[in-house]
């Protein structure tokens, strides 16, 4: 008999599975969601989205220095403004939600964190689409000016990485190229590739108010397409991108370990809201343990190929002791 058939030898003890482990995941792959509104004293609860808040600029500041003090220094910013309007003029204001969190964080923090910001209208926008809507059309290359300025606000109040999530063709291109003008050459993006339209983004679109008239399908990606997702991530590393992301995780894990095998960049992926949710409420009615299933799937998006995940279970994560 062939000795060297016996694979359960190495999973005999804990330890002798600990050395062999092909992944592992720590507080430097994990990036935070915080969703940011205007006001002052703001600290509510997200209903659909347990543990996970809406906070004023000064709230947001406490609650990144409970976070760094857990471990976690990578800050994902989304911007909830009061005022919605059909270009999204909120977005473009240099003191605006976003840049003004961007400058109480970089003032407390410094160096410490990095932060990351969404470049998205959806939020800003009063028929809540990602561009602009001319006649029920989301229309492409007025829109990326738009989001392209929006960066510049972002780059200008101090922001490491701009994070398009709009999935507008060449819109890469054009916030580098704007970027690079007025010498923020060292301002990442971090492109928001292979982003599918999906049903998981449900509790998202209640915490930001963003759900949109009729779909975002003429511009997210139809999640029957694999190999369209490299397509979209060879060009946004063609138009500058420093890092790629898939989004949603867990069903598109597959996307995740295909852009892995054909960039060269970091891969990021999104574990998205409705996944978070759908395991909250799972662990909350007893019917998984939540330790055990977060855990399973951090490791499997990291086994995938994901370099860094954005996720809401960093903190129970941090805070619980599953991860150090
Ligand atoms: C907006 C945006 C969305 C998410 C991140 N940026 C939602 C959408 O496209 O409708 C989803 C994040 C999540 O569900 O956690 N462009
Ligand atoms: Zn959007």
């Given at each position: 008999m062939n000795l060297l058939n016996r694979p359960r030898r190495l999973r005999t003890s804990p330890l002798m599975r600990e050395i062999v482990a092909e992944t592992d995941i720590s507080a430097r792959h994990l990036i935070t969601p915080h969703f940011v509104v205007e006001g002052e004293g703001v600290l509510e609860g997200i209903p659909s989205m347990p543990g996970v808040t809406h906070v004023s600029v000064d709230k947001l500041v406490e609650e990144v220095a409970a976070d760094v003090a857990l471990g976690l220094k990578s800050h994902l910013l989304f911007g909830i403004p009061e005022h919605k309007d059909e270009t999204g003029s909120a977005a473009v204001d240099p003191n605006g939600v976003i840049p003004l969190a961007l400058r109480a964080l970089r003032a407390r923090f410094g160096k410490e964190i990095i932060l990351i910001t969404d470049v998205c209208l959806c939020a800003y926008t009063s028929h809540g689409h990602c561009g602009f809507l001319h006649d029920g059309v989301v229309t492409n290359d007025d829109s990326v000016e738009q989001l392209a300025k929006m960066a510049l606000a972002h780059a200008e109040a101090g922001v490491d990485i701009v994070s398009p999530s709009d999935m507008m063709d060449g819109r890469v291109g054009a916030i580098r190229d704007l970027l690079d003008e007025n010498?923020?050459?060292?301002?990442s993006i971090l492109a928001y590739s292979a982003k599918y339209a999906s049903a998981y983004y449900g509790p998202f679109r209640d915490a930001c108010d963003s759900?949109?008239?009729?779909?975002?399908k003429t511009y997210q990606m139809d999640f029957r397409n694999g190999r369209e997702s490299l397509l979209e991530a060879l060009l946004d590393v063609d138009e500058g991108a420093d890092m790629v992301m898939v989004k949603p995780a867990l069903a598109y894990l597959d996307i995740v370990g295909r852009v892995k095998a054909e960039t060269l960049c970091p891969v990021v992926v999104y574990n998205v809201s409705g996944e978070y949710s759908m395991v909250k409420a799972s662990a909350a009615a007893g019917y998984c343990d939540e330790r055990a299933i977060v855990m399973e799937n951090l490791l499997a998006m990291r086994r995938a190929g994901a370099d860094l995940i954005i996720t809401y279970h960093g903190r129970d994560a941090m805070r619980e002791g599953w991860i150090s």
């Open positions: 010498g923020y050459v060292n301002t759900a949109p008239q009729g779909d975002r």
